[in-house]
């Protein structure tokens, strides 16, 4: 009875420390879409400030690579939280 008591409790653990992880991958897929829509606000202010479009590419590389790491970053999360 104890062995299934302990196994439990660390079974409760591991969960508990699963579903904490969980909404850190949330928050940090959140932060990344919010430096992705900053990115895009200040690309717009500097085109509508007349700079030229050539020396913008660098803002939309940037913005590319933080969306592929976010999808990466939802689809570990996925690919890795237990079913309900």
Known sequence: MAFADD?????????SKVGSLT????SA????NG???MIADLK??????????ALLVPLDA?????????AELAASVAANTPAA
């Open 7 to 15: 196994l439990k409790a660390k079974l409760d653990a591991l969960n």
């Open 23 to 26: 909404t850190v991958a949330g």
């Open 29 to 32: 897929e959140a932060l990344l």
């Open 35 to 37: 430096l992705t829509s």
């Open 44 to 53: 717009a202010q500097l085109l509508n400030s007349g700079v030229d479009p």
């Open 62 to 70: 940037a913005n590319d690579a933080i969306d592929a790491r976010t």
